[in-house]
């Protein structure tokens, strides 16, 4: 199932982005010779007016060939107002950052519908979580959901303000009857037990799970500019953290930050399974905004290493050396390749591991 899935996120996720560059193509008056799901080799293609729709052997992500890419392919004098390099500097800008606007929508989309299924909003509460069976706890009738209001023992009494509280407290008074005052379905209701004093590892004395989260869905109408808010800080944090991994990398600091290529993904795909429908939705979110962001850094063979030469022929009035831009998207691939093998040698060793 994780590698099923792992095959649909991937795939949906380099479909959304190459629709986009597909769109934006046909928008700008550029001829799309192909639409390609999967990679090659070519198993069948339609061909529908001017685009041949075809379904290939590997089916990671997919391809947009669009006509006149390189000077080299515009042999029919009578369709060069129709090839890629032949059009307007903001033309091709539109063309070539579709692909990432497309992944951001993917994203945007779903952490909307996210936000009318229930997201965790922080309070000053404490709540219980989670019972573990035959727990003081759990004989007391401490129950999920329930709010920790009050700590009492003997003549000590104290609010519970947050989690910290009700940690420390729990070990101090350990082997000590103790009585917390919870709030059940607007209910006070009182609770005794005694805390243990050597708990099972992982339990604690109680044998809770507390948090300061509690979940809150939000309406379809508000959904959407909530989502387009979290979707913008997102995709901030994940840039931020990326240019700060690859300046620790650049400058040979120990790098922070952990980087998963195909096999760790299919391993969280496999994780978010467990968790639920909404696990895997966030999980596609959170893919698609890395994949955006990734794909508009000014490097080589990416989206955004084509728009630094778009600029160049934008600001200068000249395009670029096609020699140039060509070794040099050859180049890039070669790097993003060995880069993507040696991250797939990692992620086997870790899980390994």
Do not use: C
């Not at 994780?271 to 508009?296: R, W």
């Amino acid at each position: 199932m994780s590698i099923i899935l792992f095959i649909f996120i991937l795939a949906l996720l380099v479909l959304i982005h190459e629709f986009g560059h597909f769109l934006a193509a046909k928008k700008q008056g550029v001829r799309v010779d192909e639409f390609g799901f999967g990679l090659p080799p070519r198993l069948f293609g339609i061909k529908i007016g001017e685009t041949l729709y075809s379904l290939n052997l590997i089916p990671l992500g997919g391809f947009v060939k669009l006509f006149g890419e390189e000077y080299h392919e515009i042999k029919n004098k009578n369709l060069s107002s129709r090839a890629f390099v032949n059009k307007k500097p903001w033309q091709k800008t539109l063309i070539v950052i579709a692909g990432v606007i497309g992944n951001f929508l993917l994203g945007w989309v779903l952490i909307s519908f996210l936000f009318t299924q229930g997201v965790p909003v922080p309070t000053n509460k404490v709540i219980i979580d989670g019972v573990i069976a035959n727990s003081p706890a759990y004989k007391s009738g401490l129950k999920s959901k329930d709010v920790i209001i009050n700590f009492q023992s003997g003549q000590k009494k104290q609010a519970i303000k947050d989690a910290a509280d009700i940690i420390s407290l729990s070990k101090t008074y350990a082997g000590k009857t103790i009585t917390l005052d919870v709030l059940r379905n607007n209910k006070d209701i009182k609770l005794t037990m005694i805390p243990r004093v050597s708990p099972p590892k992982n339990e604690g004395p109680l044998g809770i799970i507390i948090t300061s989260y509690e979940e809150k869905k939000y309406p379809w109408y508000q959904a959407p500019f909530l989502g387009l808010k979290e979707s913008f800080l997102i995709t901030y944090k994940i840039a931020t953290e990326l240019l700060k991994t690859l300046y620790q990398i650049i400058t040979t600091h120990k790098t922070t930050a952990q980087v998963s290529g195909p096999i760790g993904i299919a391993k969280y795909a496999g994780d978010a399974i467990k968790l639920g429908k909404n696990a895997v939705l966030e999980l596609i979110a959170l893919l698609s905004f890395n994949l955006a962001i990734v794909n508009i850094l000014p490097f080589p063979a990416l989206d955004g290493g084509r728009l630094v030469f778009i600029i160049y022929e934008w600001i200068t009035g000249k395009r670029s050396n096609q020699n140039i831009e060509k070794w040099t998207n050859l180049i890039g691939i070669i790097i993003l390749l060995s880069f993507g093998i040696l991250i797939s040698i990692n992620d086997i060793i870790k899980i390994y591991r």
